[in-house]
């Protein structure tokens, strides 16, 4: 029989070939039969098709003639297998004529002869290239997907339905501190729970006496059963986690988890910023009111300051009247250090630094503050040794560090019972400069955020108590004065600020009346016009300077001081620096352009130097100011900057 003869008598075994043959034809299958020689003696349609050849080009040939030589040296050993009589299965990568690389299925069946012996064997194929290819796929973007997972700052993690590892990727094990090893897929869920129980890391809700297995079961059970949720976690080290737990198909659990401490700290910062925005708003309207204010209440209050030093001037050797007579000007000087702290609080205008002892700066803020304090109960002790030396600082803005610092005591000392202590202390240094502690027995600073109590709008108040601004205006204020504010250990509890200030020179003494009213009449300067819009104001005025020997007459208003100037002169012109019509400001550019050497002669008084503008107009002059309200030794002091003029 010819190699090739198709219509040879045919090699399959014994049997209705006919039927054979037609089932074969028609299966769906791809299957061939190759005798002892390995000649395809059989091949149905689905085989030659795939194959992509006729049937009659395939029938007679060897398996190197059809598929090629390298396909027949990798396929035949397992056609030697299925002549030895084994069912050999095959899967893998087979090159096809026309360049085609399949990933197929071939598996090999003996077909034994009439005597038994093997005859050959029928070839069944299958196709999974697209199956194949679509693995790989999966597999490539499983294989990127796992990179990016696990090397992405974000944490990942997902197990399986039944709690155990799927993929922990790095940002998960560094976010709460676990060991790599516990990031091995199919590591148990409990494995995780157990680490973190053995750091100390429990809910709020956990009794850590539990029995610990039992505890780790329960979290287990709790996390298994979870739902699609978003949650944030606070860490004890201050840090946010955002927790999405997503339940996934086959009944596993994704999470993933965010550090969203920049963020949310971000978002306390904007609104802590809009808090602060509003604050201005109110403290510009606040300070445009207390100008009014301040001007209303200064006029009676240096009617009364004037008065009852005149009167104790008066009361000569009567210790009785003496003393009435000072129990009224140390409250009207009480009420006067009240309105000029809270000037000085919505004052605008650059830092002016003066001698001051700190005492008067402690003494200002309990004038505010100190009331708030005693209604809640806090017993207060104070140690201030009175030879504190002097510093130089701008008084308005450290009065405003002590007033926040008291502020934020008393809110700390409303979380604790009864007793409720506050102490404030200070003492000097060595190089002249001075240290002051405020410190209270409220519940403190948790160790974790004492070194971030100074940042901006950082506040461990609840939202709305607090804006994060007070402490970090404290520094800055400080740190401007060339000083150093920090938390400082506090025996017992609470929280202790310390304050550390440096040498300021030393105040000048102040000049008596006694050596004032001489100076006065020794130079002559005899006769003054007061201007005043508030009648009793102007009278009080005349009447210190009348006591020193001068002649004095009084307008109430601009137009009528300028009515009187322009007729005479005078040594001495105090006006109001506020008045209807022509102010004390006009009065004085009018002097100035008419009679200049008059201007020379002017002192200012004023009640409400809240603003800047004022300030500069004010210094712009270069006159002296007299602040509302007033004692006689202010009075004098101011026109002896006159006098010593010229």
Known sequence: MAEHDVSAASALPEMNETLFRSVLDRTLARIAFLDRDRIHRYVNPEYASFIGLPIEAILGRSVAEVLGAAAAAQLGPLGRRALAGETV????WLSYPGERRRYVERVYHPVPGPDGTICGYFTIVRDFTDLKRREEELARRTAQLEAILGHIAEGVNIVDAEGRVVLANEGFLRMYG???????????????????LNQGAYYAHENPAEDREALVESRVAALMSAGNETVEEQRPDGRTFEVRRRRLPDGGLLSTYT?????REAEREV?????AVRQSERLSALGSLLAGVAHELNNPLSIVVAHATLLEDMAGSDPALVARTQKIRSAADRCARIVQTFLGLARRRPPERKPLRIVEVVE??????GYTLRSAGVTITRDLPADLPPISADADQLVQVMINLLTNAHQALLTRAHPRLLAISGHAREDGGIVLTVADNGPGVPPEVRERVFDPFFTTKPEGVGTGVGLSLCRSIVTAHGGVIALAETPGGGATIRIVLPPGPRAPEAAS????RPALVA??????????DEPEVGAVLAEILRTDGMLVDTASDGAGAQAMLAERAVDLIVTDLRMPGVDGMALHRWLVETRPELARRVVFVTGDRITTAIDIALRETGRPVLAKPFTPADVRRVVREVVDEG
């Not at 550090?259 to 963020?263: E, G, N, Q, S, Y």
């Not at 200002?364 to 503050?369: G, I, M, R």
């Open 89 to 92: 299965r095959w899967l893998g």
């Open 513 to 516: 009346d006694q050596t004032e």
């Open 364 to 369: 200002a803020a309990f004038d505010l503050v």
């Open 271 to 275: 609104r802590a910023q809009r808090e």
């Open 259 to 263: 550090d969203v401490t920049a963020v």
């Open 523 to 532: 130079r002559r300067l005899r006769s003054a016009l007061v201007v005043d």
């Open 178 to 196: 676990y060991p790599t090893e516990l990031g091995v897929p199919g590591t148990p869920l409990a494995a995780f729970v157990r680490y973190r």
